[in-house]
C-alpha cells in the first residue's frame, strides 16, 4: 500500500511541474488571453513577441521563432510537430550570421495541421485550415483550405 502512495505522490508531483513548466511560458507571452495551453515539449523563440487570443492550444513538439512578432487570434488549434517562423535568412550571400524578420498574423478559428510549417510575412485568414505537412509560403484568404507544398488552396469553406 504504501508503494502505491509513494506512486501516486511522484504522479502529483510530475503532473505539478508539467503544469507549471506550461503556464511559465504563457506568461513569457506578450499577450496572452483565457484557456492558451502550450503543450511540453515545445520550443519558442522570442516569447515576449507572440500575442496570443483566448482559446489557444499549440501542440507538443512545435518549434516557433517569433522575433519578427507572431500574432494568434482566436480559437486556433496548432497540431504537433508544427513550424511557424518569423525568421529567414536573406536570398543573396552572406547567409551566414544574417536574418530577416517578417511578422505572422494567424486569424480567428483557424487549424494548423501536424507538421505544416508557417514562413515569415504570411497572414492565415479568418476560419482558415492549413493540411497537415503543407507549406505556407504566401497568405492563405479567409475560410479557405490549404494543402502541399507550396501551399496551395484546394476548397472554399462556408462561414
Avoid at 51 to 72: K, M, S, T
Amino acid at each position: 500500500m504504501s508503494r502505491l502512495i509513494d506512486k501516486i505522490q511522484w504522479l502529483i508531483r510530475l503532473l505539478k511541474k508539467r503544469r507549471i513548466q506550461r503556464s511559465s511560458i504563457v506568461s513569457k507571452f506578450a499577450v496572452s488571453g483565457y484557456a492558451v495551453r502550450v503543450r511540453m515539449p515545445t520550443i519558442i523563440y522570442n516569447p515576449e513577441k507572440i500575442f496570443v487570443g483566448n482559446q489557444v492550444d499549440i501542440g507538443e513538439f512545435c518549434h516557433i521563432r517569433a522575433g519578427g512578432n507572431l500574432r494568434i487570434g482566436n480559437r486556433v488549434l496548432i497540431a504537433s510537430h508544427a513550424i511557424i517562423t518569423t525568421q529567414g535568412h536573406p536570398l543573396e550571400p552572406p547567409r551566414w550570421g544574417v536574418t530577416k524578420e517578417s511578422p505572422i498574423s494567424i486569424g480567428d478559428d483557424v487549424w494548423i495541421g501536424a507538421g505544416a510549417v508557417v514562413l515569415p510575412g504570411v497572414r492565415v485568414g479568418d476560419g482558415a485550415v492549413i493540411s497537415a505537412g503543407a507549406v505556407v509560403t504566401r497568405d492563405v484568404p479567409d475560410n479557405s483550405v490549404v494543402a502541399g507544398v507550396p501551399a496551395k488552396e484546394i476548397r472554399r469553406l462556408k462561414k
